[in-house]
Structure formats: structure tokens, C-alpha cells
């Protein structure tokens, strides 16, 4: 299995990827790296690990120019999967549409969000989540669709918010839950391609699939 990451920032994600590649404990690649940011610290992460790492800088570019400079460096590798890490771009159908997998109905793409979905969808789930007050939060794995955080759900994990947290307590949960979840899911898609589950239709990108993606 094939992955390339895509990154804006941080990395930490990416981090425990490239760590459970080396730990053997997710039997896949990770092909290449490719931040839209040419500071983000991701891109290191990639180097130290020997992977290529890429910056393809979006800013002052159009969106669809942007998105056509990222394709054409993907292009050099083969992917099976695009893993989105911490990537603070969202994805129009014109860059989707070469992940798109005609026979299973889905885009090929991956991403991690920080809250329970559909709840708190946007750049900011653990603040949106802690201000809300939640009492139980959580982290989502899901395909990637047209739509913002809203694709076919891969998995999901809660974690509680505790009495004493702040803000800081509360993200560091969460990113220990995204920390393991992240690669197990990857893993599982590894040995046994994409599971999701039916649920009710509003479009017929949502259509759902029992048939596993290799
Ligand atoms: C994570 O919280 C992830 O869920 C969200 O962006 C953050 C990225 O963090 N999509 P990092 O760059 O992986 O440290």
C-alpha cells in the first residue's frame, strides 16, 4: 500500500505514521510528503525519516492552480491512498477527481478530523468542541468527499473532557487518541481495504459500498 501525506504545519500526525512505519506496526510506504507551507516543520519530519518531502507553496496562487502544482508532483509516485495530515486546504472536486474509484464510489483520499463528526466540522474542532462544553469528545478518520468534513466515516474514538482540563489538556488528549488511531486505521485499510458503513443518501457521492478498496 502507497500513501503520500499531505501537510500544512506541525506534523505530529505525520510523525506517528512514519513511526509506526518504522515499528513495523503499519506495513505500507509513505511515498512522499508534500506541504502547501514551505516552514511547516512536517517537511523535517519527512527528511529525518528519508522520505521526499515537497513544498509545493500555495500562497498568493489560485486555488485550481495551486491544487494542479500539487497533482503534478504526485504524479512522479505511485499512490494507492492520499493521506491528509494537518492539511489546512480545502480539496475542490478538480483536484479529487484522479482519486476518484469508480468501481468502490469514493475518492481515494483520507483525512483526520478532531471531533466527533459531524459535530464541529472546520479548522477548529478541539476549540469549537472545549467552548461548546462538551463533556465527551472525540477524533474522526474518514474519506474525503466534496464536501467539508463530511466524507464516509472510517473510524471514530472518544475521549472525555475532565473537570480540570483546559484548553491545552484537553488537545493533548485528542492528539494522543489521533497519535494511535491514525496509523491503526491506515494499517487496516492496508490489509484489508475501506470499510464504511451505509448511511441515509442526500447525493449519490454518498453512495456506499460494501466492496473493500485494494
Ligand atoms: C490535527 O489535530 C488534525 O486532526 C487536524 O489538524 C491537526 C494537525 O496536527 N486535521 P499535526 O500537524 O498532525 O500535528
Not at 11 to 37: H, K
Not at 144 to 168: M, N
Not at 170 to 186: C, D, I, N, S, T
Amino acid at each position: 500500500m502507497n500513501y503520500a501525506v499531505l501537510v500544512s504545519g506541525r506534523g505530529s500526525n505525520l510523525r506517528a505514521i512514519l513511526e509506526a512505519v518504522a515499528n513495523g506496526s503499519l506495513n505500507a510506504n509513505i511515498v512522499c510528503i508534500i506541504s502547501n507551507n514551505a516552514d511547516a516543520p512536517a517537511l523535517q519530519i519527512g527528511t529525518e525519516f528519508g522520505v521526499p518531502a515537497h513544498a509545493v507553496a500555495s500562497r498568493g496562487k489560485k486555488r485550481v492552480e495551486h491544487e494542479t502544482e500539487v497533482l503534478a508532483c504526485l504524479s512522479q509516485y505511485k499512490i494507492d491512498f492520499l493521506v491528509l495530515a494537518g492539511y489546512m486546504r480545502v480539496l475542490t472536486p478538480h483536484f479529487l477527481k484522479p482519486f476518484y474509484d469508480s468501481e468502490a464510489g469514493i475518492y481515494r483520499v483520507i483525512n483526520i478530523h478532531p471531533s466527533i463528526l459531524p459535530a464541529f466540522p472546520g479548522a477548529a474542532g478541539y476549540d469549537e468542541a472545549f467552548n461548546y462544553g462538551v463533556r465527551l469528545s472525540g477524533v474522526t478518520v474518514h474519506l474525503v468527499d466534496e464536501q467539508v468534513d463530511h466524507g464516509p466515516i472510517l473510524a471514530q474514538e472518544t475521549f472525555p473532557r475532565l473537570a480540570e482540563d483546559t484548553l491545552e489538556t484537553f488537545k493533548q488528549r485528542g492528539l494522543a487518541v489521533e497519535h494511535r488511531l491514525y496509523p491503526q486505521v491506515l494499517q487496516q485499510i492496508a490489509l484489508e481495504g475501506v470499510k464504511i458503513l451505509p448511511r441515509p443518501l442526500t447525493d449519490k457521492s454518498n453512495v456506499p459500498t460494501e466492496a473493500p478498496v485494494k
